[in-house]
């Protein structure tokens, strides 16, 4: 997909470490995951949880600044974001790198190679990083055979395409502090979707790579940012964002302050 508010076992040079792992430990890993729920849907039962969970074909660890997979590289699975956070970008046509959407643990990552059977997006970690590879051909076959797993990955799918959504009504319809306060709560969901402070986190990106999102200028970034600030509605030290008026923020996207 394009914007979200997700042989394969052999590593590149730039890429990741794969870390081989046994079908007995794969087994205990998949069962005590936090992304059980993730992987995993409800209602399957032992017998079928089993053959989900030799489905997942190994572990990478990807640095950060380093790219998980490329534009125009072969599309053969789709990771389940463990540990870190990631981007994804295109090219513009002027040359200039796009953000297209920020992924945390949690996630899924590489659906956008489904169509073409080629990745139509660059995905970097914007610190180290941990994936679980899913072999698409060996998931989709699977999930023929198992309804339930069906289901649940089109409601993944679905799930990506009404955040792409979302944001072409961010970038098409609000003004520069309704974008950062929509990114600001769109964040806070998330965070707390798994588990996380919603009012407390780290912003991973850059003020730029916001800007590059949003479809805004660094210094609009920086100045909406210093505004929120101000007004109390957000406190920011760095990367580090407390969100200390979640419905202000709101109201903020509801035309109901300037």
């Known amino acids: 997909m394009s914007r979200n ?41 032992e017998i079928e949880v089993e053959r989900v969970e030799t489905l997942i074909g190994g572990r990478r660890r990807i640095k950060r600044q380093h790219p998980l997979y490329r534009i125009g590289d072969p599309f053969d699975a789709i990771y389940a974001v463990r540990t870190g956070f990631f981007k994804t970008e295109v090219l513009a046509d002027d040359g ?25 997006c660059t995905a970097i970690a914007l610190e180290d990083s941990e994936v679980c590879a899913i072999p698409f051909m060996q998931l989709e076959q699977l999930a023929r055979e198992i309804d339930t797993l069906q289901r649940h990955f089109h409601k ?53 790579e916001i800007g590059s999102y949003l479809g805004l200028k660094l210094e609009t970034v920086s100045r909406t940012f210093s505004r929120l ?7 920011v030290r760095q990367k580090n964002v407390r969100l200390l ?11 109901e302050c300037d």
């Open 5 to 45: 508010f997700a042989s394969i076992l052999i590593p590149t040079m730039h890429t990741a470490q794969v870390i081989p792992i046994s079908p007995q430990r794969l087994k205990i890993a998949c069962s005590e995951c936090s992304l059980r729920e993730l992987c995993l849907p409800v209602g399957l039962s």
């Open 156 to 208: 993944v799918m679905s799930r990506e395409i009404v955040r792409d959504q979302g944001v072409m009504m961010l970038l098409g319809t609000m003004r520069a502090e309704e974008r950062v306060a929509a990114f600001l709560l769109n964040l806070s969901q998330r965070f707390a979707t798994r588990g996380y402070s919603p009012t407390e986190f780290v912003l991973r990106m850059t003020r730029e």
């Open 245 to 255: 008026d979640i419905p202000g923020i709101r109201r903020l996207m509801r035309h």
């Open 96 to 120: 200039r790198e796009q953000v297209t959407g920020f992924q945390m643990a949690g996630e899924i990552m590489g659906m956008d190679g489904i169509v073409t059977e080629r990745h139509s």
């Open 229 to 235: 600030h101000d007004e109390q509605l957000i406190e």
